[in-house]
């Protein structure tokens, strides 16, 4: 997957000329600049003050937190001093952000207008000429060349009813543009994909035809561009296999002497945490060992460059592995779907000598043959079975337990895949390690980076205590076009009132998306919650013709929230992952409901690891842990309402605890509109008056 630049360990060239970023941000955004001149937009003074501090830092490869409230126009702010300072540098700048939606956006809209907003003034026209690339895994390219082993292989590499889909794929090579596995409809059988994708040494500039192979096309774009974007997920993917660092660079992130901005920032902390830890599961360790032989299909890499006695291996591995995920599973997942690992002694070392040896196998055969992809390859192999043997044992001996947390968990549609996962404790040296000390320009952006108005519990998060801080309010008009609602006499969701809670909250649900005009977004904390509530209320939706979407059905995320868009009335139920990312502007999202104010149960086992890190630290977890998280996911869920100008709607909140709790003061903090109207379900109708 790692390894898009193989001319990195080159020398960096002479030192460029000065960067006009900071300069020509000034002429861009101030008012009365170019972008109002030539080009006809608003001067907003919160985005000429980002541009310019962005413009600085990345000139002075310093870094920099920047909170922009929604209008401010942050992507603007960014990509435009950004562009001109990667092309005055030669360097690149590299956006990673945490949505699809925003990934499709910058790619599709906000660079286009970039390059308009270029071409339209003398002096910024050879920045029109930029070039940008769309960064994603090497899995999801077809590689021409292993596609052509494959053909010419395939007796031994597959069953005889996948050759038709071979040769199904083989058709969509000769017209496919970028290559890219979304675009084969229907989707390719994952185990043929498997063997034809780019994520293999059998893919690279040695074996593959530059012009031919689409990944390595892919190359070519992602080492000419300006611009890269990327996501949370794969940066972190690709800085955790060695970044800029293993590419030879003495500075940069994801490859040598590149800058970044990290948009969607308040996302960084949890992603990072997720992508720095092992994760080890029974179906890809299954589907590595069937890559080299299959025992039931009888096919496999070794099926050609193997004999019986290493076929055998592979089923005592094969064998050991089940073994050791079946123990795990009944001794630790039979009562629950996820465990905590405390100790070392849980669990035998079952796998430990069947790798050992089917390692030692396949390593002494790749070295006994020529020179060519067919022995880089089986070397890939190796290494990956050796990368698996380590990471079983360092799992089993639960190293660096006051650092790492450790855990089993069930995994898939169908819970039947058993996972060991860890992750740290405290995410925070990592990101400094990888991210601030790189002698680079790191921006961190988002809506929401305070918490409570303070942005230094987020600083701490990330280890970034000493970097500077800016907070640039939104731009809107919430007092007029933002109306707030507090149900008061919700019962608090104890134990002991939850059935009645659940009851008053449907009700109220009922009440207020009847009594408001355009759609509503309802956000749920508990999957349980959301459908006790959906099967009380979707029939009365129904009976009412209006278009009742739930998360978790029959569509993904961004196509709820499409159809949401094209309803105008529609009532959609969502939970954690909908609190954040979606964008409905206009009436057909007029409503935010807030069910229940989004604190999260330290029931996972890194959040009870911190929970006791914190504890034993002398600190308070729930006020340095668990309350701020809940209040930057409190003001993500506000944030889906207005967003735009135009925009105006009603706030919600279903949770009597933000007027009895103390800490409830900092949650209506939180909402940019400060007059808020109580209610209850006797005085309900006169008071809760939204927009008409």
Known sequence: ????????????????????????????????????????????????????????????????????????????????????????????????????????????????????????????????????????????????????TALRDKHELFATPEHEELQRIAAWAEATAEGLRHELNPAPLPEVWEMINADSSG?????????????????????????????????????????????????????????????EAHTVPEVATDHCGLRLSSYGVDRMLKYLFNPKKGRGLLVRHGDAVMQQLVVDTLDAAQQFFAFIDERLLSKQPIARIREEGFAEPWMDAPLQALHKAVRTKADKMDDGKDRDELLEQAGKLKTLQTSLRGFLGVA?????????????????????????????PFIREELLRRSTSVVFTSATLAMGGRIEPFQARIGAEHVPTAVEHSPFDFERRMRVFIAAD??????????????????????????????????????????????TLEPIYDGARRPFLMQGRDYSRTELARKLREAGDGVLFGTSSFWTGIDVPGDALSQVIITRLPFEVPTHPVLEARTEWIRERGGNPFNELTLPDALITFRQGIGRLIRTARDRGVITILDSRVTQKAYGRQFLECIPQKHAVRMNRQNRVERFQPFV
């Not at 907003?44 to 909170?67: C, G, I, N």
């Not at 660092?245 to 003495?250: H, M, N, P, R």
């Not at 450790?406 to 058993?418: C, F, N």
């Not at 059935?499 to 759609?519: E, N, Q, S």
Request: charged share 25%.
């Open 203 to 263: 893919c690279s500039r040695k074996h593959c035809d530059c012009n031919k192979c689409p990944y390595q096309r892919a190359r070519a774009r992602i080492r000419s561009a300006h611009v890269i974007i990327v996501n949370h997920s794969l940066l972190f993917a690709h800085i955790s296999a060695g970044g800029a660092v293993e590419k030879g660079g003495a500075r940069g992130v994801l490859f040598p002497d590149d800058f970044v901005v990290l948009d």
């Open 400 to 428: 660096d337990a006051d650092k790492t947390v450790y855990w089993v968990e069930r995994m898939g549609k169908r819970q039947t895949i058993v996972a060991l996962r860890t992750a740290p404790i405290d995410v925070a």
């Open 1 to 148: 997957m790692i390894g898009l630049r193989d001319d990195a360990s080159d020398a960096l060239p002479p030192p460029p000329p000065p960067s006009r970023a900071p300069e020509l941000a000034a002429k861009l955004f101030a008012k009365g600049g170019w972008l109002q001149t030539s080009f006809g937009l608003e001067h907003r003074p919160q985005q000429e003050k980002m541009a310019r501090a962005v413009a600085t830092a990345m000139k002075s490869d310093s870094s920099l937190l920047f909170e922009a409230g929604t209008g401010v126009g942050k992507s603007l702010a960014y990509l435009l001093p950004g562009i001109v300072h990667a092309m005055d540098q030669s360097r690149q700048m590299i956006v990673s952000t945490h949505t699809i939606a925003l990934q499709e956006q910058l790619d599709q809209k906000d660079l286009p207008l970039c390059r308009r907003v270029f071409s339209a003034t003398e002096e910024t026209k050879p920045y029109a000429a930029f070039k940008s690339a769309v960064l994603v895994g090497k899995g999801n390219y077809l590689c021409t060349t292993r596609l052509a």
């Open 490 to 535: 919700i019962p608090l969701p104890t134990p002991q009132e939850a059935r009645l809670a659940l009851d008053v909250l449907t009700d109220y649900i009922d009440f207020c998306t009847r009594r408001t005009r355009g759609g509503s977004l309802v956000l749920f904390t508990s999957y349980f919650d959301m459908k006790r509530v959906a099967e």
